[in-house]
């Protein structure tokens, strides 16, 4: 395995640190019944987008942490090479945009990072099944 490319690690290392605190706030949320901060400073301006949706923020505590799983297990498929690790990144990026503030700022900056690699790599080097197909066909 080849060493992972600046971008590469930094898409990894900003997925584990959003998932990991997905994952724990979420979990506190379960156990305790309040989110990280929620006593203190209250909650952030995620839970006015959610609400606006009419989805309760008390409501939000299994999303998190699923959300979460998801961001750690998009850094390890990043970190492996997979072929489609960046739209994977871009896809689970678009669902995090409403986590307002650390959610929204991960999410710009991996969709970023993920279009910057994208484009550097150049064009796939996988045919679709179509295109194979018609090329098949036309040897015929």
Partial sequence: MQKPSVTTS???ILSFILGAWLVFDGTRKLVT???AG???I????WATLVSVIGIRPSDMAFPFLFLGVLWIVN???VLLGSSARYERTIAISIVTLFYAIPGTIVAIISISLSL???????PSKKQPASSRLMQIGSEN
């Fill in 75 to 77: 850094g390890v498929i």
């Fill in 38 to 40: 929620e006593q203190t």
């Fill in 116 to 122: 910057r690699e994208r484009r550097l790599a150049g």
């Fill in 33 to 35: 019944g309040y989110y």
């Fill in 10 to 12: 930094a898409i990894s």
């Fill in 42 to 45: 209250g909650l952030g301006p």
